[in-house]
């Protein structure tokens, strides 16, 4: 692709959450210091809520990989689940042998007795949860109940909610205000700022090998903030494909005009509701045969 292109080792803007890629900007630093601070003073229930695409799912991961050892962490990303299943992957998470026909009370009395184990080796034990949204109200409350489980100094475990502002308005529901009450820090992740963007795209271009001069134009930077309103997600998407159409071209900088051609890609690919793929499929087409032909007349 256009990697070997600009330089780089490997594809700067990829939409998978990978930790090597985290960006320290003031909000997604000081979220992280959030999660840090409460998972240290051991409270029960955490929660980060955000938009669609800012990185609650990269910043999950990059806390998890921060925690020290002396934590041991379970991840759930996706608690769209009964609370017997739920707690069935929390043992599947935690390592919990148990026979298949395990019932209710037995299940929770093997989860108990694992994180007591953990207590006495002096660990402490995390779950978190991604796209928490979608948790099922008796699912919430069986973590509430959960969490009730303790020793005489601290609680045994703690759990992390990530999901979108959906997630609040599920809280507020008079059925589970008892979980709602215990959550004793909070952070809304939000998007990117103009100042941030700059430094953003910098980063994650050093971060896949890019040392060379400005790769951005101020001109692509202000028009990708605008098509993207700093949503880390369309950021990195809008980004690729301007490199695409940039290296299909066989410039060295990406300028306003590519941006401005991605943007309206991918706004179009929203509206084309009877073939979604279409697009996507014809920038890529076009742009691999621009390429050809450019390298073709090199």
């Known amino acids: 692709m256009y990697t070997t292109h600009f330089g780089l080792r490997e594809a700067p ?5 990978d930790t090597s890629f ?3 900007s003031p909000r997604s630093q000081e979220a992280l210091n959030t999660l840090l601070v409460a998972a240290r003073g051991g409270e029960g229930f955490i929660k980060i809520t955000g938009e669609v695409g800012t990185g609650k799912t990269l910043l999950c991961r990059k806390f998890m990989a921060t925690l020290g050892p002396d934590f041991v962490t379970a991840y759930i990303p996706n608690p769209y689940l009964e609370p017997r299943t739920l707690m069935l ?13 395990i ?14 184990e953990r207590a006495v080796e002096g660990k402490r034990v995390l779950l978190c949860l991604d796209e928490a949204q979608a948790i099922p109200l008796e699912t919430l409350e069986a973590l509430r109940l959960l969490t009730n489980l303790e020793t005489q100094k601290r609680k045994l475990l703690q759990i992390v909610l990530f999901g979108q502002p959906e997630l609040n308005r599920k809280l507020e529901l008079e059925s589970i205000r008892q979980l709602a009450q ?19 795209l910098a980063h ?24 993207s309103g700093g949503v880390p997600r369309l950021v990195n998407i809008l980004a690729h494909k301007s490199l695409m159409l940039c290296y299909g071209q066989g410039k060295a900088q990406v300028a306003r005009a590519h941006v401005g051609a991605a943007a309206r890609d ?33």
């Open 103 to 116: 019932d209710q009370h037995q299940l929770l009395k093997a989860i108990t007795q694992r994180l007591l």
């Open 266 to 298: 991918t706004l179009a690919s929203k509206r084309r509701r009877l073939w979604p793929w279409l697009a996507g499929g014809m920038l890529t087409a076009g742009v691999a045969a621009a390429g050809m032909t450019w390298a073709l007349t090199r």
């Open 204 to 227: 994650r271009l050093r971060v896949a090998g890019f040392d060379g001069a400005r790769l951005f134009s101020q001109g692509a930077v202000k028009r990708l903030y605008a098509a």
């Open 182 to 200: 215990r959550i004793t820090f909070h952070y809304h992740l939000g998007p990117l700022s103009r100042d941030d963007l700059d430094f953003y």
């Open 22 to 24: 985290f960006f320290g």
């Open 89 to 101: 992957a929390l043992a599947d998470e935690l390592e919990v042998a148990y026979e298949r026909d």
């Open 13 to 17: 803007f990829g939409i998978t959450p």
